[in-house]
């Protein structure tokens, strides 16, 4: 069965400084690979996603993830942090085919920024 | 225009009532699940159902019924309702394969006293 492991319960960074969210995943083949984000009291927001092609997939609000076969990661990444990053950020996979097109989570990572 | 909308968005309710969440998608899709999200943030799959056929039904108490009367609603109807129900539940949608455009609504955050 699919999982996706997230190891960073809770970071904090700086406004400005970089950022890297750590996600590795286990699955049979190569999912789909995603990450959300969801801000206090709201739904859940795509940021970006990986099918095929380029290991280096930007998103948006600057955001972007590498692809790591080798590694089964997935990690975000994120030049410059600014305050209004803080939330709660999710890595999914979802499988390649079939019907059952049901996204697996990760625990999430939730992100504190200080000005 | 809203592309998943639920209502209501809040609920609190006491223990053995039973409540419904509605959720709508105008984006055409052909899928449509429910996820619930603990108090500890775990997003996890209840329902899925793809052209109003359930395709998933990850060991969720039959207390919880979803009903699709067309691809474009999946209401959830919750009997008995405990303490331990307590969560966020979130509709979401997509179109094709593996979820890969999966668009969530906003949550509707249920409450059991």
């Known amino acids: 069965a699919q999982s996706v492991t997230q190891p960073d319960i809770h970071i904090t960074v700086s406004e400005g400084a970089s950022l890297e969210l750590r996600c590795n995943y286990s699955?049979?083949?190569?999912?789909?690979l995603f990450w959300y984000v969801q801000s206090p009291g709201q739904g859940l927001q795509l940021l970006l996603k990986?099918?095929?092609?380029?290991?280096l997939v930007q998103g948006i609000k600057g955001f972007e993830a590498e692809f790591k076969r080798s590694q089964s990661s997935f990690n975000l990444r994120k030049p410059s942090v600014h305050w209004s990053d803080a939330a709660e950020y999710f890595c999914?996979?979802?499988?390649?085919?079939?019907?059952?097109?049901?996204?697996?989570f990760g625990t999430g990572t939730r992100l504190q920024v200080t000005l | 225009d809203t592309a998943v909308s639920q209502t209501p968005k809040y609920l609190v309710t006491q223990m053995g009532n039973d409540k419904s969440i509605k959720c709508e998608q105008n984006?055409?899709?052909?899928?449509m699940y429910w996820y619930k999200q603990d108090s500890k943030k775990f997003l996890k799959i209840m329902f899925s159902?793809?052209?109003?056929?359930?395709?998933i039904n990850e060991t969720v108490p039959n207390r919880f019924s979803p009903k699709s009367p067309d691809k474009a609603h999946l209401n959830l109807h919750i009997n008995s309702l405990e303490l331990g129900d307590s969560a966020v539940y979130f509709c979401?949608?997509?179109?094709?394969?593996?979820?890969?455009?999966?668009?969530f609504g906003p949550g509707t955050r249920l409450t059991v006293l």
């Open positions: 699955y049979g083949a190569t999912p789909y």
């Open positions: 984006l055409g899709h052909d899928t």
């Open positions: 990986y099918f095929s092609g380029d290991t």
């Open positions: 979401a949608s997509s179109q094709g394969l593996g979820g890969q455009y999966t668009f």
């Open positions: 999914a996979v979802g499988p390649l085919s079939g019907t059952a097109s049901k996204l697996t």
């Open positions: 159902y793809n052209n109003k056929e359930l395709i």
